[in-house]
């Protein structure tokens, strides 16, 4: 009787460490692993990188440039009417945009008529040659900017042709004309119109008693498109 009641509780006692064994195990917290797995890669905060000031624009300006071309006298015989009228065509360097001041140099081709003074019209050629100093007003930063500009200098006009029909009259005009440049104009987005005035210092004929006048000097004024290619 005594062994079976020590059997009874021995029972009791399996059957209890039994049924809380589950709730121990899932209450207890899991072993920590033998081992520690590293991260692939790491994320750390970036610092914005700074900001980077525009940058003046250097470098030689190339323009390729066009427009009109209109003459008159102003010295000499009142009678001696010579206004010729026509196109120039070429090419600028210099200017400087990106500064307040700059050199520029030109090459141009002019062509002009006229039928004030003979029957048929008298068709000159020649070359044109502005050097010229560039007083830039605003703009500075890109050469994008819109920006006025001053161009003051000196001129060469150098004659190619002068003819009246099938007459050559070279020998009648002065073949080299020089003098002053004034001008103002604006360029945006690569894009610029100019007016530049030339006054000649030197004679525009040859001959003084040529048509009767006396010592005719020669007034340009000149539009110009202008586009910049860098």
Do not use: C
Not at 31 to 46: D, H, N
């Amino acid at each position: 009787m005594y062994i079976a009641r020590r059997l009874t509780f021995a029972l009791a006692a399996i059957v209890a460490l039994a049924a809380a064994t589950p709730a121990f195990a899932q209450n207890s917290p899991a072993p920590a692993p033998r081992f520690s797995v590293k991260p692939l890669f790491s994320v750390t905060p970036s610092t914005p990188a700074p900001v980077k000031q525009a940058e003046k624009q250097q470098g030689l300006g190339i323009f390729v440039q066009g427009g009109f071309v209109y003459q008159t006298i102003y010295t000499g015989n009142t009678d001696f009417e010579s206004k010729p009228k026509g196109f120039i065509a070429g090419i600028g360097f210099g200017g400087n945009k990106s500064g307040t001041f700059g050199v520029g140099v030109d090459l141009n081709y002019v062509w002009t008529s006229n039928s004030d003074i003979f029957e048929d019209s008298q068709k000159v050629q020649y070359l044109n040659i502005p050097v010229y100093g560039r007083f830039n007003i605003g703009g500075h930063n890109t050469k994008n900017a819109f920006t006025f500009y001053i161009p003051v200098g000196w001129f060469f006009d150098i004659n190619l042709s002068n003819k009246v029909g099938d007459f050559d009259l070279t020998d009648e005009f002065n073949g080299f004309q020089t003098g002053p440049l004034a001008g103002l104009g604006f360029e945006v987005y690569r894009i610029g119109i100019e007016g530049r005035a030339q006054w000649a210092i030197t004679n525009m004929l040859k001959d003084g008693n040529f048509f009767g006048t006396t010592d005719p000097k020669q007034f340009s004024f000149i539009v110009l498109l202008k586009v910049r290619l860098n």
